[in-house]
């Protein structure tokens, strides 16, 4: 089982909606929402905690009873014996939550996300993170910026499903054989990646839930 959520954050922008929204999230995670100097960045934070919260609930999970805690690397985790596993994502103005019953990693990035770049700025990036298989890929695809964004997406998916952060590097990541994942492009902009550690036959439920902020 592995589901899926995502919201545009564009209604928190407005003032009285972001109050009354960060209410429903617990104090300790609004004290991290608001050490965020930026709104936009305030937003995407909060936007992934409701999700959160709509996605438990859903699972018959009280939020209001649930606590969290961080693994070594960082990874946050349900200190419950539910079964169920969850990864959050945000980019620019698009939020995701994805629960499964196994361990699960989530990323999202807009597709023009290096637009703008110089091709030498483009050829650092791929250089720290394709394996020679994916440089292979990579030019078979006539060294296509969303191709790069698609690996990207993969390799940081990989990362939060594992739960080791910084400690591992994205070159290491051979997004061609390791992992399951599952890839969609949400509202024609935004490629997302979902990676678990086994093969759902079910695939991934999406749902979008921007009416819920």
């Not at 790069?148 to 993969?154: A, D, G, P, V, Y």
């Amino acid at each position: 089982m592995v589901k899926l959520y995502y919201a545009k954050i564009t209604n928190l922008y407005d003032e009285k909606c972001f109050e009354e929204k960060i209410k429903q999230v617990k104090e300790k995670r609004q004290v991290r929402i608001f050490e965020y100097c930026q709104k936009k960045d305030r937003c995407r934070s909060l936007a992934a905690s409701l999700l959160l919260k709509m996605a438990l609930e859903r699972e018959g999970i009280c939020y209001d009873e649930v606590c969290f805690a961080q693994k070594t690397g960082g990874k946050p985790y349900l200190l419950l014996q539910s079964g169920l596993f969850f990864s959050l994502a945000h980019a620019q103005e698009m939020a995701v939550c994805v629960i499964a019953d196994q361990e699960v990693g989530v990323d999202v990035e807009r597709k023009d996300r290096l637009t703008g770049k110089k091709e030498e700025q483009k050829l650092k990036i791929a250089k720290k993170m394709l394996t020679p298989e994916e440089w292979k890929l990579w030019k078979k695809e006539e060294y296509r910026t969303e191709t790069l964004i698609s690996i990207w997406t993969k390799k940081e998916s990989y990362v939060k499903m594992t739960g080791r952060g910084l400690t591992e590097k994205l070159m290491t990541i051979d997004t061609l054989s390791n992992a399951f994942y599952q890839q969609m492009l949400l509202d024609d902009m935004y490629i997302l990646s979902v990676c678990t550690a086994l093969v759902d036959e079910g695939g991934v439920r999406i749902e979008n839930m921007s009416n819920y902020l």
